[in-house]
T-cell receptor
Framework: LAKTTQPISMDSYEGQEVNITCSHN???????ITWYQQFPSQGPRFIIQ???TKVTNEVASLFIPADRKSSTLSLPRVSLSDTAVYYC???????????FGPGTRLSVLP | EAGVAQSPRYKIIEKRQSVAFWCNPI?????LYWYQQILGQGPKLLIQ????????DSQLPKDRFSAERLKGVDSTLKIQPAKLEDSAVYLC????????????FGSGTRLTVV
């Protein structure tokens, strides 16, 4: 299982772009990189998933360098409602192959 | 589409009592998971079902925890007897078979053991 390392917490201001980097030095060839967002009293919510280069959807972008040993979740122009815990997972398939770490607690300030 | 439904939303029990949680996954999702999330930590997988069969229960404390998924749809997770350290949020998630595109989680059941 690929182990991930992310910052424990980050602060930002409304309207700024936020980049959260996750390190996964022992990522395997078949592993995908998946990010989840979790608000208090709710289950995690899928944000984005990628394998290499760049993936973009309506809420975020995911940048993955060629060596795939790290990845960066980019949230454009954050708002107060983006205050949450963000988890980076690395694995293939499902279940036990994806392990949640402690996540990054993002606080967006007015 | 309807999300993953869980009940009850909250539960408070005394240690050594038993408790059961219920989960109804998204229609058509063959894979169902139960996670335990202790305050301040990420979710930890307890058990994974594929239809009504267990795929992985390696982290399920089988001396006190049990789970079933009859008919490959709804699932129940039971704890008997409960310990103080079982206080956590119990999350149910579902996904399409062989999906690499993430799971859909329910809102969870917050269990407090006193």
């Amino acid at each position: 299982l690929a182990k991930t390392t992310q910052p424990i917490s980050m602060d930002s201001y409304e309207g700024q772009e936020v980049n959260i980097t996750c390190s996964h030095n022992n990522i395997a060839t078949n592993d995908y990189i998946t990010w989840y967002q979790q608000f208090p009293s709710q289950g995690p919510r899928f944000i984005i998933q990628g394998y290499k280069t760049k993936v973009t959807n309506e809420v975020a972008s995911l940048f993955i360098p060629a060596d795939r040993k790290s990845s960066t979740l980019s949230l454009p122009r954050v708002s107060l409602s983006d205050t949450a815990v963000y988890y980076c997972l690395v694995g293939y398939g499902y279940g036990q192959n994806f392990v949640f770490g402690p996540g990054t607690r993002l606080s967006v300030l007015p | 589409e309807a999300g993953v439904a869980q009940s009850p939303r909250y539960k408070i029990i005394e240690k050594r009592q038993s408790v059961a949680f219920w989960c109804n996954p998204i229609s058509g999702h063959a894979t169902l998971y139960w996670y335990q999330q202790i305050l301040g930590q990420g979710p930890k997988l307890l058990i994974q079902f594929q239809n009504n069969g267990v795929v992985d229960d390696s982290q399920l404390p089988k001396d006190r925890f049990s789970a079933e998924r009859l008919k490959g749809v709804d699932s129940t997770l039971k704890i008997q007897p409960a310990k103080l350290e079982d206080s956590a949020v119990y999350l149910c998630a579902s996904s399409l078979s062989n999906s690499n595109y993430g799971y859909t989680f329910g809102s969870g059941t917050r269990l407090t053991v006193v």
